[in-house]
């Protein structure tokens, strides 16, 4: 089992910052694939970014590259996602999710549709 608590998240305004972080804990082969998703408001739950941290892979969706960055402490214990340069559009409740999975090819932007995987209770980030 593994269990997920999202922090950070608060309000800031356009081009401002904010560090959200994950707090995880439980089987760690269950959570190699470390993932954070977003829901603004009226909309569906949409992937952000992945990390893989046995390979070092990253992925980001077209929206936050070059804006977010996605990083996990070498315990992998804690999961962050920093946000500089933040835009309206960026505001949403933001949710931490973990799976298993075999290879690094599986936590890449074109898996995310799926929901398998545990999920945190998410943090709201308002940009304006």
């Known amino acids: 089992h593994v269990q997920l608590v999202e922090s950070g998240g608060g309000s800031v305004q356009p081009g401002g910052s904010l560090r959200l972080s994950c707090a995880a804990s439980g089987y760690i082969r269950a959570r190699n694939c470390m993932l954070w998703f977003r829901r603004a408001p009226g909309g569906k739950r949409v992937g952000v970014a992945s990390i893989y941290p046995s390979r070092g892979t990253t992925f980001y969706d077209d929206s936050v590259k070059g804006r977010f960055t996605i990083s996990q402490d070498n315990a992998q214990n804690t999961l962050y996602l920093q946000m500089d340069n933040l835009k309206p559009e960026d505001t949403a409740v933001h949710y931490c999710?973990?799976?298993?999975?075999?290879?690094?090819?599986?936590?890449?932007?074109?898996?995310?549709?799926?929901?398998?995987?545990?999920w945190g209770p998410g943090t709201q980030v308002t940009v304006s």
């Open positions: 999710s973990a799976r298993g999975v075999p290879s690094d090819s599986l936590c890449s932007p074109d898996h995310w549709g799926s929901d398998v995987g545990y």
